[in-house]
């Protein structure tokens, strides 16, 4: 990256402003929520898709047609079931009688912003469908491709707890996730203002939008423009190797892991008005980026062992660089 394509300050500066916006106008719907709305968007803003692991009714739904709400974005709703179907997903291609050609009807995937509601509950194969269309932004039908929407983004929900019936997601499939969060409970007050708020239906329908799709896309243009220092690069790689030799762990991060947690500081560092990145950035954002990819030896996982723990002392153990930006 050269000096002139990294932001300046008052770019950062705007780019802090929105974020803020956006995150605040959230937070009219998902209440007292904010650093999970903020992990939410920067998701988006990094060009990821989400994974929210949580128990039903704390609101997974709701934060991801907030989202969707605040940037005027297109959501595209596939409730997964057993007997869904991979076209269900992508679309089918239909014999047009009237022009004696096949004609595709494109599937809920190609709407902007998708929401895999418990995406554990459909088949391997089903699943299988988004493996493509998150890597690639596109999917091919009938040995057809056709281009996704720009941006495209999943964000995919799952309960943890409930195991009956569900088909855990397979190693290829949760690192295509760049994050993955859990909403949790809400404090006293803030329920308060739930009862009250959400007592009447139609509060994401009155949601305003803040931003356009156009905004979104400039933001994720200058989140590859934050400057960040070789030594917070080596940081990465030392993250990422701590895991491949941790005692606990049998898969550590790859590639295109440490990639993600790249994105998503950069992310981080500009939301917060900076045009560079710090330790804090990646440490703040590792978790949510590295511990759902990484897989656990059989040892570590009788002893209940989890993953966020494994990143936690991976992040107290190695160094951080000694010249801060």
């Known amino acids: 990256m050269?000096?002139?394509?990294?932001?300046?300050?008052?770019?950062?500066a705007r780019f802090a402003a929105a974020y803020s916006a956006i995150v605040n106008n959230m937070e009219h719907v998902v209440r007292g929520k904010r650093d999970v709305v903020g992990k939410t968007l920067l998701c988006l803003l990094a060009g990821g898709h989400l994974l929210i692991e949580d128990v039903p009714g704390v609101g997974k739904t709701t934060l991801a047609k907030t989202l969707a709400a605040s940037v005027n974005a297109k959501l595209g709703r596939i409730q997964f079931t057993p007997d869904?179907?991979?076209?269900?997903?992508?679309?089918?291609?239909?014999?047009?009688?009237?022009?004696?050609?096949?004609e595709f009807r494109p599937g809920p995937i190609f709407a902007g912003m998708v929401l895999a509601d418990?995406?554990?509950?459909?088949?391997?194969?089903?699943?299988?469908?988004?493996?493509?269309?998150?890597?690639?932004?596109?999917?091919?039908?009938d040995g057809i491709t056709h281009q996704l929407s720009n941006p495209f983004m999943v964000i995919a929900t799952q309960n943890p707890i409930e195991q009956e019936g569900t088909y855990p997601l397979p190693e290829s499939q949760l690192d295509r996730f760049l994050m993955r969060?859990?909403?949790?409970?809400?404090?006293?007050n803030d329920e308060l203002g739930i009862l009250h708020t959400h007592e009447a239906d139609g509060v994401v329908d009155a949601l305003k939008p803040i931003a356009?799709?156009?905004?979104?896309?400039?933001?994720?243009?200058?989140?590859?423009r934050v400057h960040i220092e070789p030594d917070l690069r080596s940081y990465l790689i030392d993250i990422a190797e701590a895991?491949?030799?941790h005692p606990a762990v049998n898969i550590g991060m790859s590639p295109r892991a440490t990639l993600s947690l790249q994105?998503?500081?950069?992310?981080?560092?500009?939301?917060?008005?900076?045009?560079?990145?710090?330790?804090?950035?990646?440490?703040?954002?590792?978790?949510?980026?590295?511990?759902?990819r990484l897989i656990l030896n059989p040892e570590s996982q009788l002893r209940g062992i989890q993953s966020d723990v494994v990143v936690a002392d991976i992040l107290a153990a190695v160094p951080v660089p000694s010249d801060r930006n």
């Open 243 to 245: 895991t491949r030799h």
């Open 84 to 102: 869904l179907l991979p076209a269900d997903v992508t679309g089918v291609s239909i014999w047009n009688r009237a022009t004696s050609e096949f």
């Open 212 to 224: 356009s799709i156009t905004d979104v896309i400039a933001m994720i243009a200058m989140v590859s």
């Open 181 to 188: 969060i859990s909403v949790g409970y809400p404090d006293r």
């Open 118 to 141: 418990e995406i554990n509950r459909a088949s391997p194969k089903t699943q299988s469908a988004l493996l493509e269309a998150m890597a690639e932004n596109q999917v091919t039908v």
């Open 263 to 292: 994105r998503v500081a950069r992310a981080r560092a500009v939301a917060e008005g900076r045009n560079f990145v710090t330790d804090d950035d990646i440490k703040s954002v590792a978790s949510h980026v590295i511990s759902h």
């Open 2 to 12: 050269t000096e002139a394509a990294v932001l300046d300050e008052a770019q950062a």
